[in-house]
């Protein structure tokens, strides 16, 4: 079964700096679609960011920007001028084009200290 | 135009009672997806429905069932609650299947004891 590790439970950054979330997964899949979802307190998830593993080219969205390694199945999300808006849960998760099952990482709390 | 709406917020049950939780969206989708959170883990796929009339099992389905109304409404139905089914439970939507951005509702914490 495919698998989404998140090694790092909690991260900080100082406002304005920038900052990297790990995201690990298992496949033996060559086409599936890979996503960066932010919890804030709210608890309303947003996507920050999506990739299709079949780009090469690495996905960014203004301060977002993702490092797509296919070969070692990482998936890193970066954070640049970080707000304090940013402050929240942060979801790497999965999904493979024959399988109706997306799969979430334990997620990354984020912290922005002003 | 309310997106993803999920109904109620809160709710608590005791074991043994039955409930169905509501979900409906406005922006056309096809998709729609019932998830269960748990503290210190990841959303976990329950349900699934690809378009109207269609429906299938995700990671922990049991326990539950669903029901896929209209396009518009995708309820998740506990039969028998139990404790196990504490969770905050989250509805989304999209367009069409998992490649596609999901829009999620604000949530509804389910308290079983």
């Known amino acids: 079964a495919q698998t989404v590790t998140q090694s790092q439970p909690e991260m900080s950054v100082q406002e304005a700096e920038t900052v990297t979330l790990s995201c690990t997964y298992d496949?033996?899949?060559?086409?599936?679609?890979l996503f960066w979802y932010k919890q804030p307190p709210s608890r309303q998830m947003i996507l920050v960011i999506r990739?299709?593993?079949?780009?090469?080219q690495n996905a960014t969205e203004n301060r977002f920007s993702v490092n797509f390694q296919k070969a070692a199945k990482s998936f890193s999300l970066k954070i640049s001028d970080s707000q304090l808006g940013d402050a929240a849960m942060y979801f790497c998760?999965?999904?493979?084009?024959?399988?109706?099952?997306?799969?979430f990482g334990a997620g990354t709390r984020l912290t922005v200290k002003p | 135009n309310a997106g993803v709406t999920q109904t109620p917020k809160f709710q608590v049950l005791k074991t043994g009672q039955s409930m169905t939780l509501q979900c409906a969206q406005d922006?056309?989708?096809?998709?729609m997806y019932w998830y269960r959170q748990d503290p210190g883990m990841g959303l976990r796929l329950i349900y699934y429905?690809?378009?109207?009339?269609?429906?299938d099992k995700g990671e922990v389905p049991n326990g539950y069932n669903v029901s896929r109304l209209n396009k518009r409404e995708f309820s998740l139905r506990l039969e028998s609650a139990a404790p196990s089914q504490t969770s905050v439970y989250f509805c989304?939507?999209?367009?069409?299947?998992?490649?596609?951005?999901?829009?999620f509702g604000p949530g509804t914490r389910l308290l079983v004891l």
């Open positions: 989304a939507s999209s367009g069409r299947g998992g490649r596609e951005t999901q829009y």
């Open positions: 496949t033996s899949e060559s086409d599936y679609y």
């Open positions: 990739q299709e593993a079949y780009k090469q």
């Open positions: 998760a999965y999904w493979w084009y024959n399988n109706n099952d997306m799969r």
């Open positions: 922006m056309n989708h096809n998709s």
């Open positions: 429905s690809a378009s109207e009339g269609t429906t």
